[in-house]
């Protein structure tokens, strides 16, 4: 059985899909230091400027390192209408924003407490909509490194130094930036719509 383990990942990248979309089985690493600038609490997307990035934000500890699974949000203010009125502005004139955005609207008028708990709806929710079921459990403690099943927890890693290659696809900005690579699931989804799957499918991640 095909087993790779990840970092939970806000709506997660085209990359990290191209993975979990073949897998038999995944696990996601719970136990592992609270990291920041990755995306855990980032989410970029292709708006009229180019890249931009969502972020979540986080009720940080003074002075004690947390687990991941402990990370509180950051509900103070009004976040989620932040990001999803960005997801609008961005993807209103794609293809099949309309077709989705009722399933994403639900997740942004919830208000979770645990930053990972939001993180599992995105990741189940991006499935759904791409029709595609997945099997995964969750690590019951921390490992430094894994051989099996195989590690692509680094994909969680926003600044990591190489890019993924891909095929292009449309973007609805594209005639003023270009294509921009691995951007969230949300990015083929609004694009692509049911051809997301075979996207993902056909195309091999080189980094």
């Not at 995306?39 to 934000?57: E, F, H, M, V």
């Not at 997740?107 to 990741?123: A, P, S, V």
């Not at 594209?174 to 990015?187: A, E, M, R, V």
Request: proline fraction near 4%; charge should be neutral.
């Amino acid at each position: 059985m095909n087993v790779l383990i990840y970092q939970p990942t806000y709506f997660p990248t085209i990359e990290t899909f191209s993975y979990l979309v073949k897998d038999e089985q995944a696990v996601f690493e719970l136990f592992d230091h609270y990291q920041k600038q990755t995306y855990r609490t980032r989410c970029s997307i292709y708006a009229a400027n180019g890249k931009l990035d969502l972020i979540i934000p986080i009720k940080h500890v003074k002075n004690q390192r947390q687990l991941t699974r402990d990370v509180r949000i950051e509900n103070d203010f009004n976040w989620q209408r932040n990001h999803f009125k960005s997801l609008e502005n961005a993807y209103r004139s794609s293809p099949f924003f309309e077709f989705y955005e009722d399933y994403i609207a639900v997740i942004y008028n919830q208000k979770e407490q645990f930053l990972i708990d939001f993180l599992f709806k995105t990741i189940d929710l991006s499935f759904q909509l791409l029709d595609r079921s997945i099997s995964y459990t969750k690590t019951s403690d921390y490992h430094l490194t894994y051989t099996d099943p195989k590690d692509l927890r680094s994909l969680a890693d926003f600044k990591r130094s190489s890019v993924p290659s891909m095929k292009p696809y449309i973007q609805v900005f594209d005639n003023k930036q270009g294509f921009i690579p691995n951007l969230s699931i949300l990015d083929l989804l609004f694009n692509e719509g049911g051809n997301a799957i075979s996207y993902l499918m056909t195309n091999d991640m080189k980094g």
